[in-house]
Structure formats: C-alpha cells, structure tokens
C-alpha cells in the first residue's frame, strides 16, 4: 500500500552537489522518521541522515557538515542535500520511512534506490 519513491540521483563531479527526494504515497494515516541510507562494496548498510516528524535530525560523521536532510510533511517527502560530494559517497541511496496504514501498525518502508556517482 505505501510507496516510497526516490528520484534525483546521477553522475557529479567532486566537490559538486546534488539534491535527492523521497516521496511517500498510498494509504498513510503518519509517517514518523524518515531517513536515507547507503551500503558500498564489502561494507555494511550505513545509516547517513535521519529526521524525526518533529524534525530532530542525525548524521552520520562522514557527511556531517556536507549534507542537510529535510522533510515537507504536507508532501510527504525527505529531501537530502549533498553538498563537496566526494568519490567515497559513491553509492545507492536508499530512503527508509517508519510509516502507519492504520492505527494499530507502524512499519518499515523503503524505496528502490537512486544511485549517486561521483566521478571527473
């Protein structure tokens, strides 16, 4: 019923910036956190940027100072601002929202992916 779709991702230059979206549609009575993660070659899922309904935000060190996470509750979309991308942000971004369809379930939903390349 929930949907999460990505959109935003491609190819930048280092030190170049770029602006991924996260939109949430379908049977949604509140969406609390929303966040974005990433997983690279021979490492584990990392957790880059989250936001509470309130808009309480946690980054991860890598990225603090370079990237801005945001949300617009009327649309239901997070939006990450990445900011002096660097080779090693290279991957797929993956956006996660703990959502309720009703009022007795909270679950974890998560979009496809949108891939961010960092290359000259």
């Known amino acids: 019923q929930v949907q999460l779709v990505e959109s935003g991702g491609g190819l930048v230059q280092p030190g170049g910036s770029l602006r991924v979206s996260c939109a949430a549609s379908g049977s949604i009575i509140r969406i609390n956190a929303m966040g974005w993660y990433r997983q690279a070659p021979r490492k584990e899922r990392e957790l880059v940027a989250a936001?509470?309904?309130?808009?309480?935000?946690t980054y991860a060190d890598s990225v603090k100072g370079r990237f801005t996470i945001y949300r617009d509750n009327a649309k239901n979309t997070v939006y990450l601002q990445m900011n002096n991308l660097k080779a090693e942000d290279t991957d797929v971004y993956y956006c996660?929202?703990?959502?309720?369809?009703?009022?007795?379930?909270?679950?974890?939903?998560w979009g496809q992916g949108t891939k961010v390349t960092v290359s000259a």
């Open positions: 996660n929202a703990e959502a309720l369809p009703n009022w007795l379930n909270e679950y974890d939903y």
């Open positions: 936001i509470s309904s309130g808009g309480i935000t």
